[in-house]
């Protein structure tokens, strides 16, 4: 039987060479003594030193001998009210003496107790109430009644019990409960954490271990709401020292109880608010930080500024006792702190969605197994059973193991360090960030004492950054001070757009930053000087225009940097594109990614061009006229290609690009005629018709709509109408086409019922690419939602970018000199090219025939460390993939030289994206794997290829081939082809559903009608999809080239590449471990 939650966990393993039990680290078995509860432990110390000082508040001490007094008084009320083992007890006190003394009380009573802070609203604490099954309450809170009816109420002045009440019969063992805690309820109702005297005697042991003398005196100032408590109030007391409460922190320089005070405990934040305001105690030696991500800046402050010899970094979460990884913070490193290693008993896990244990390197979820793992969340067995895992790594018959959600990453010497929540992380242009990274990298600006990073919706650039930081900084040029310190510490998409300085952030009565209070950005420019008072003008102003337009922003000052403003790799292929066209002169794709602002790009585009350089009149961002009247011309390149293979095979089928879809639902056939009969007048292509002329050149002339029949299958039986449906549409899609009589686009509406119809249409290739199918699916969904609504849409085209003109326009940029010049690249790249040859040729047909699929996927955490190699060299996630499948090509061949296409869509421009046409091209990036490269240095080859390839793209892949030996049973210049789909399909059911809601057709239900069989003509085909954090790959290959056997292997290869390359990217891609 499986276990809820476990669900993929591998089998134990003792191996010592399994990932998870790699490290040293995790040897941290230490025999404390068992057996023992925490109240025993302050029982010894009272027997061994009844008069020492166990505990201080303001004016009042308690020896340990009056410690014990007090505790067992409130024993004995608990025990009369008929409170023992096994009860929960609830404590609701101000922070004082009393306090620890009846927390001890409740401990002695053998009841767990449950903290509820006098600051909490009164929902929440009936809600915790509730949920414990509290017993009764301690408190002074006479209110609490009418809040918390039905829960007796004990006030510390009320008349104890007679002191010859005697103590109930000891049922409780180490493995009792002894206190249950409840964590943040942020993403819902808080959930209690049961801990037992065990989970907390292991603790206190460790902490005298590590600390020693430094516990003689703990400053206790944090709610006893939060598993530190723990440590600040029974660590001293455990082994004899004295436990000092504050009601906060900060008064810790103004209470003279305090100031012999030893070990104090707070988030990072605080101790850089008490060392700004000089209120750390000299005697001070040892400061515990934790709660929050500690940075380098703030290490150097406390050494340098306070008489503390020691920072220690702990990490843990209230699951596993407080703590479970220790880092002692080391001055001048100007690293990140890490988290450290296992404290004693402990054991960390790094674990990947699979809940496989990962390789160092590797960002993952962090698991906690060992002596501090808690019993689990009080009465939610479920729950527990998802988080807290059997332990599968150490051999030993029932641990368990705790998912924190937090994400880690083990360094090579062996070091965890924090990398925020799992579920904090966000894709900022297409890349997964951290925010904790970003405010490590803040925190480290020496005028910067307070940073956080909040992910938000931005309405004109998806998903933006902004900080929140408290700074002595001015307040106009403190943003950009902060942009510049930035930009050599993080790559662009990791860098915030908005900046809002603050006096202090909000924190919650734990210390922490509470960031549901921070204030939200302001809606504007991306900070304060991204806008220039005056716009600039020449070439500057030209690229200006450009980016604005692009990134989707106002305006663009010439000095700030395009990519802090929203910029990405797509505008930058489109402001490239736009420019080079306005300039009518080639320009290198990598200016615009290596010059980071417009004065920068307009000064090297001038260095380049020189004399040549000549800036249009007219407005700095010019727009392509629109047609007015229709016109017509000659085909594109890539058009009469199409012509001449339909020529060549009349049947039709293999340039008919269907778009067939059931439609389930309340139909309205009239509105969806509309519809389409708008789509033909709106695209000039889907109404031409071929004419041939006198000199035999063959060019477009206008036609007229064609008429959408209607199909009835309503009056045929119900069982044969799936089968005549089906017909009627393989009979459209099958026909021949006559182009000189008909237009390239046919559609059916047939009805096989009321609420059952399909939708059939058939267009030629020749007027159609896969970006028009998903153009023209898009346009009938939402003008048949505007004909249902009684918005129905009129226009013949005018507003829309029309096929002819993005030919005209490309067929005079190849004409020019730029064409001229891409075309001397193209053949120098091309020159020498041979055939991939990853099978034997002896089944090769001319004919490829049929084709075969297979899907694999690569997790989240392997794409995730992917990323970052790509980041680290300045590259593309899908260049890393490329690369990825050079090399699983390269093992496949034997060959070090391989060509790979690459689809681009044409639409560069924005007003491009609608345009109905095969616009679509194909690059070749020539992979060269000589040398044994290792996966970074074949990365940063691939990088430069891509680029020049992207840089030259305007050559029609169709003129390249035209160039290049043939063989009839190959494909052109490449064999094999990768392609990040990006635009969403129709058919994806999670994108049906949105368009359904952003354009409301009624009850309406779309799915696909036909079962497509694979189809390529190429050797292998890889096009990858981002599935929510994962990636999936499809490979397509051709049966006549694979045997069914080769196709999964192959898809299996690639998962490994991948792998082992986001692994170890310094390793020879020549290496076997790379295939």
């Known amino acids: 039987m499986t276990l809820p939650g476990t669900a993929g966990i591998p089998p134990r393993t003792t191996d010592p060479n399994h990932p998870a039990r790699r490290h040293s680290w995790n040897d941290t078995d230490r025999p404390y003594p068992g057996g023992l509860t925490m109240h025993e432990l302050v029982h010894r110390q009272a027997l061994r030193n009844p008069d020492a000082i166990a505990v201080r508040h303001t004016s009042t001490t308690l020896t340990y001998a009056g410690l014990e007094r007090r505790a067992d008084t409130w024993r004995r009320r608990l025990n009369a009210h008929g409170v023992g083992p096994g009860d929960r007890v609830g404590i609701h006190l101000d922070r004082n003496a009393e306090l620890v003394a009846a927390l001890l009380g409740v401990l002695n009573s053998g009841a767990a107790y449950v903290p509820l802070d006098p600051a909490y609203p009164d929902d929440r604490l009936a ?15 006479e209110r609490l009644a009418t809040v918390l009816p039905g829960t007796p109420l004990l006030h510390p002045n009320a008349t104890p019990p007679a002191r010859h009440h005697p103590p109930a019969p000891t049922q409780i063992t180490a493995e009792s409960p002894a206190y249950v805690l409840y964590t943040s309820g942020s993403t819902g109702q808080p959930k209690g954490v049961t801990l037992t ?96 991500a500690l940075w380098a800046n703030l290490v150097d402050k406390v050494y340098a500024r306070s008489a503390i010899t020691r920072l220690v970094n702990l990490y843990g979460p209230t699951e596993c006792t407080s703590y479970a990884t220790m880092a002692i913070a080391r001055p001048d490193s100007g690293d990140t702190p890490p988290i450290g290693r296992p404290i004693a008993n402990t054991r960390i896990y790094l674990i990947d969605s699979g809940l496989q244990a990962t390789e160092p390197g590797e960002p993952a979820e962090i698991c906690i197994a060992g002596a501090g793992v808690a019993s689990g969340y009080l009465g939610r067995p479920a729950l527990t059973a998802q988080r807290f895992l059997p332990e599968p790594f150490s051999g030993r018959p029932g641990e368990r193991m705790y998912r ?62 902004t900080a929140y930081v408290v700074a002595d900084l001015d307040l106009s040029t403190g943003p950009g001070q902060l942009r510049s310190y930035l930009r050599d510490r993080l790559p662009t998409p990791l860098r915030p757009s908005a900046y809002v300085f603050m006096q202090r952030l909000p924190r919650a009565p734990n210390g922490k930053i509470d960031r549901r209070r921070l204030p939200a950005a302001a809606p504007a420019v991306p900070c304060a000087s991204a806008v220039s008072p005056a716009p600039p003008s020449g070439l500057a102003g030209l690229l200006a225009g450009y980016w604005a337009e692009e990134i989707g922003i106002a305006a663009v000052d010439v000095d700030a940097e395009v990519f802090d403003l929203g910029a990405h790799s797509l505008p930058a292929l489109r402001v490239r594109a736009r420019t080079a066209q306005a300039l009518g002169e080639e320009l290198p794709l990598r200016l615009f990614f290596e010059q980071p602002t417009v004065a920068t790009q307009a000064a090297e585009i001038s260095r380049i061009l020189g004399p040549r350089l000549r800036i249009p009149d007219g407005s700095p961002t010019p727009s392509p006229t629109k047609p007015g009247a229709p016109t017509r011309g000659r085909l594109s390149p890539t058009q009469a290609a199409i012509l001449s293979r339909a020529q060549a095979r009349p049947d039709g089928q293999h340039v008919t690009v269907p778009l067939v879809v059931r439609l389930a639902g309340d139909i309205n056939p009239t509105a969806l005629r509309h519809a389409l009969d708008t789509l033909q007048r709106r695209h000039h292509l889907l109404t031409d018709v071929l004419r041939r002329t006198a000199d035999d050149t063959v060019t477009w002339q206008p036609g007229q709509p064609q008429p959408v029949p209607l199909v009835d299958l309503t009056g045929c039986p119900v069982d044969r109408r799936s089968h005549l449906a089906r017909t009627a549409v393989e009979r459209l899609l099958r026909r021949p086409w006559r182009l000189e009589r008909e237009p390239p686009l046919r559609c059916a509406i047939i009805r096989m019922a009321d609420d059952e119809h399909v939708l059939c249409v058939a267009l030629h290739a020749i007027a159609a690419d896969a970006w028009t199918v998903e153009t023209v699916s898009h346009q009938i969904l939402a003008l048949y939602a505007g004909a249902i609504h009684g918005r129905p849409a009129d226009d013949d085209g ?46 090769r047909t001319a004919d490829p025939g049929s084709s075969t699929q297979t899907v694999c996927t690569i997790p989240a955490p392997i794409v995730e460390s992917l990323q970052h190699a790509a980041r680290t060299e300045g590259a593309t996630p899908f260049m890393a993939l490329l690369a990825a499948f050079a090399v699983v090509l390269h093992h496949r061949s034997g060959q070090d030289d391989i060509a790979i296409g690459c689809p681009t869509s044409g639409r560069l421009r924005p007003e491009l994206a609608t345009v109905v046409g095969p616009c679509m091209d194909a690059i070749v990036i020539r992979a060269d794997l000589t040398g044994r490269p290792t996966f970074r240095a074949l990365l940063r080859r691939l990088r430069e ?115 082992r390359a986001a692994r170890a990217p310094d390793l020879p891609v020549t290496e076997p471990a790379l295939a």
Request: net charge negative; with cysteine.
């Open 127 to 141: 809600f915790m109430t509730a949920d414990a099954g509290v017993r009764a309450i301690v408190s002074t809170d």
């Open 197 to 292: 005297h065990a989970n907390a005697v292991d603790l206190l042991h460790w902490s005298a271990e590590t600390f020693g003398d430094d516990l003689r005196q703990v400053l206790a100032s944090t709610s006893i709401c939060f598993d530190c408590s723990i440590l600040e109030i029974f660590g001293p007391l455990a082994w004899g020292g004295t436990t000092v409460v504050v009601d906060s922190v900060m008064d810790v320089a103004t209470r003279p109880e305090a100031s012999g005070v030893r070990l104090l405990h707070s988030v990072p934040s605080v101790i850089e608010e008490l060392l700004r305001s000089d209120r750390l105690p000299p005697a001070v030696r040892t400061a515990i930080v934790g709660g929050e």
């Open 404 to 465: 924190t959600g937090d994400l880690g990453r083990v360094d090579d010497n062996g070091e965890l360090y924090f990398l925020g929540r799992i579920d904090d992380q966000v894709k900022v242009r297409g890349v997964r960030v951290e925010p904790v990274e970003v405010e490590q990298a803040l925190l480290g600006h020496p005028h910067v004492h307070e940073a956080v990073v909040l992910a938000a919706p931005d309405p004109t650039r998806g998903l933006a950054l």
């Open 798 to 843: 005018n507003g829309f970018t029309q096929y002819q003109e993005v030919a005209d326009e490309r067929r005079a940029l190849l004409d020019s000199p730029l064409g001229e010049r891409q075309r001397r690249h193209w053949q120098r790249r091309l020159r020498g090219l041979t055939p991939l040859r990853l099978t034997s040729d002896s089944q």
């Open 945 to 1059: 290829q891509a680029l020049e390839a992207y840089a030259n793209a305007d050559v029609p892949f169709v003129e390249l081939a035209a160039t290049a030996p043939t063989e009839s049973s190959r494909h052109p210049l490449f064999q094999a082809s990768i392609v990040m789909q990006q635009r969403p399909s129709l058919l994806d059911p999670s994108y049906s559903a949105e368009l359904a809601w952003r354009h409301p057709i009624g009850a309406v239900e779309l799915s696909g009608f036909l079962d497509h069989p694979p189809m390529t003509t190429l050797d292998v085909e890889l096009a990858l999809f981002e599935r929510d954090d994962d990636i999936e790959a499809v490979l397509t290959c051709r049966t006549d080239v694979f045997a069914p056997t080769d196709v999964p292997a192959l898809a299996d290869a690639f998962v490994t590449a991948v792998t």
